[in-house]
């Protein structure tokens, strides 16, 4: 549940970020500039969110480039940070932290959103609506002009650092009432409305990101858009931005366009004969 | 015999009166089939069923044909239109008056089977032929007698009609007929087994008429290569290539949809499935590129060509967009050899014109002729530009004549071999006709409201509207007058409900699910009402193993209510009065079927909902009429007003939603779900702006979404892609078989709130 950037057990105890935050801030920084393809102006705008510190919603479909933005700016920003993959068996406790039973006692262990708060780090918490609701709620207190975090069961309220931000991902396109984010947790976030780019940007991008000729990812992109025509046809979602990425690096590997299209466009996303079939027939009729 | 039959509902009473028969097997299925009856029949198309079935009664043949009538009908009637119904009766009198009256109930028998898998009704009436032209030829001519004996194979062949068809076309459904009716006249044993598929020669026929791929087996597909790979989408309407002998039917479109012949087999290493894929590829390009031209002033020999030019002009644009389908046009496009037409005795202008379609395709055309080449050079720069035109095209075309016409272009003797491109469809969209009357004049018709047609009811409120070229409200823009939407006759809601009873046993099970039981645990927690037993003890033996234990070892309860209000606004306009594409129903009519089974649904699931309609006619008078408040039951009084659900006037959707939203918001709930049920976009006889009510709806979802509701758009327009994700986002389907609404609803319904 919890992504690369931090796990459970390497969490940061309260005691040893006091003795060495440099280091474990600096565990969670970007080093290398991501490449990230600025689709309008977002990234001017986020920057303008920080500066105020401003909790930052970034919504949209799967494999868009949500969190591939978040950590690009984290990198610009200098600032580390802590990436959350929510889920419905998740509690607050995963976000706040918990005691842990010892052969001589008990351990407080900072979970990553108290990490995030102490070191001064972006807290992304990706996929948020996936969580149950009485565990979203523990953010509300960081969102206001308050930026506390009160751990109830350690008797603590903390200040969050002057440099924390939150950051939470969703995508609407689930189409439940019962997967919409509350209004009141809405209503405590800047926004970012994320889609898929357009022909000419997407192209751009998987182009850059995987070093492979324009004209033939302008072929992936026209059959991702094939896919895109047929949601709600038959299909949930079309075929993501990642899914194109994949592709084409597979093809960089050598592997003949046609069966990577296959592999890593079509396969995944459907098991209805039809459609398969369909998309089959759009990748044999644009490579020519 | 059970004559006093006493049927709870009068209206089944009455209808079982006007079948007038004591048959008690009847009896048994009579509800059965009514409820079928009733779910795909018009009024006239009901009464027309009994009257059928009475008939087929008193025909002196016993129950079975009656029963088979009353079984098959329904279903035929829904594949094929209810209108079919007097052709089917004159083959029952024909065979009531030879002596083959024995054969009427196989042939009903099977008749709902063929039914579904021909689909067309014109594709039944060559059913009906072969079978009446089989029944004239096998009667009463064995061995010389008179005709007094029934054809010996016409049961037989009833009764593998179904499976005959869903391997042949009509087209060797007759050829197979034909083989046996050739062989076998005389016969009557051997022409049984034929007919019964038993002889060794009668399946040797079947295997050899067996080919190609039929529309019905990958309509799915083609509906999907339309919406996939060209945004586009339509009906697909099958006819039969086999009984037009003289002049071979030719794909075309129209209003209603496009036509494809029935099968395609497999030519040149071309699959029947992409044979029909270039036919709608081709009528695609049409669609998109090309725009009428007037044809009067143009000789048939101009229109040829221009034919001929615009058609290599949509298939160049065609070929940018896939380029893979340079290879499937080249494939299918013939490839004349320029010396095969000898110009001083025949007409050579189809021959040309292939030629040079074919050049302006194929790169390696190898043609040498002069003017040839010099016109598809110039093709080429014109097309270099840009897409083109079809009156640029036109033009070009038309210097093509001119530069190679001969003398014996007049010819009687028109040189027509390898110049057919059959995956082009007769191009009669290309064309307009100036003498065929001004039918442009005829909308725009005024609609006002009736002198004396008051608004009654309360005063109006005022709701703002969304401007969005200057980006702010206009004030008290729209005036809302809401009142209670008159009332009907509830009986006809109940029967509705009963038509589709077997889709709402359906819809119950799912339902069941959706109820909310009463009492759930949540394992894992750390803080909860009672320790879990199981889950303290692993803990327990982690700890003791040195282990780190997990501290969620306590579960708690929660009632998991479901907390859902729902609001129902239904479009009312005009539009809904029109008929559903694929159905003998007025889109309103379906609308109605399928609110009424909602209705059931939500009652039954206990959520609180409400419906109301909405419809207007300018700013000034917009219309919100209730149907279901929340304090109602879904009862009587509320079936009486959907019942007499009418469509008229326009679309105003911001200001109906906004005022939707001042009852929903008001309401305690958890989620609130505004369901939208519309057929077209918003719009009004006052804007002329087509993007101003579009955004302002936009603007009013904005708003819901502010106040904590949900907003969801079902949409009746096929072309709804084009606006409604600007309105709703992603919060939108659009149903694309109308027909189904009434299963889709209610589906939807619970999908969105699982
Ligand atoms: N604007 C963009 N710039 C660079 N890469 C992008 C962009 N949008 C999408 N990608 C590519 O798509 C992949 C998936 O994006 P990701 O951010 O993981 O999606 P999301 O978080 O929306 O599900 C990324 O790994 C990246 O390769
Ligand atoms: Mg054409």
Redesign the pocket.
Known sequence: MIENEVSVEANVSEVNVKQSGHNYKDQYKIHQE??????RNEVQLYEAAYRSRLPVM?K?????????????MAWKLNKPLITVACNEDMTASDLVGRYLLEANGTRWLDGPLTTAARLGAICYL??IVEARQDTTVVIHPLTDHRRTLPLDKKGELIHAHPDFQLVI?Y?PGYQSLMKDLKQSTKQRFTAFD?DY?NAE??TQ??A???GMDAALVAKLVKIGGVARNLKGHGLDEGI???L??YAATLIKDGVEPRDACRMAMVRPITDDADIRETLDHAIDATFA | MTTETEYQHPLMAAYWKQLDTRFPQVEEVFEDCMAEALAVLTRAGLDAYLEAARVIGKLGRGVEPMLAFMEAWPSTAKAVGESALPAVMVLIQRMQKSPNGRAIAPFLQTLAPVARRLKAQELLQDYLDITLNFMERTTGSIHGHHTTFPSPGLPEFFAQAPNLLSQLTLAGLKNWVEYGIRNYRTHPERQKDYFSLQSADSRAVLQRERHGTLLVDVERKLDMYLRGLWRDSDHLVPYSTAFDEIRKPIPYYDKLGIRLPDVYDDADNVSGLDRYRAVLAHIVGHRRWSEAQVADNWSPFQRMAVEFFEDCRIETLLIREYPGLRKLFLALHPEPLETSCDPETTSCLRHRMTMLSRALLDPDHGYVDADLNDFVARFHAVMAQGTSSMQEIASLALSYVARTRRQSDQFARVHFDNTVVDYRDDNRQLWKFIEAGDEEDAFDEERKIEPGEEIRGLPPRHYPEWDYSSQTYRPDWASVYEALHPSGNPADIDRLLQKHSALAKQLKKMLDLLKPQDKVRIRYQEEGSELDLDVAIRSLIDFKGGATPDPRINMSHKTSGRDITVMLLLDLSESLNKKAAGSDQTILELSQEAVSLLAWAIEKLGDPFAIAGFHSNTRHDVRYLHIKGYGEHFNDDVKARLAAMEAGYSTRMGAAMRHAAHYLAARPADKKLMLILTDGRSSDVDAHDERLLIEDARQAVKELDRQDIFPYCISLDPKADEYVGDIFGRQFTVIDHIERLPERLPQLFMALTK
Do not use: A, H, M, W
């Open positions: 991501p490449f990230y393809q600025q689709q970034v949209g479909p799967t494999g868009c480039g949500k969190s591939r933005f978040v950590e690009y990706d996929e991902s995508n994320f780019p940007l997407e991008i998987v850059k990101e995987t993501s931005t990642r194109l990425v």
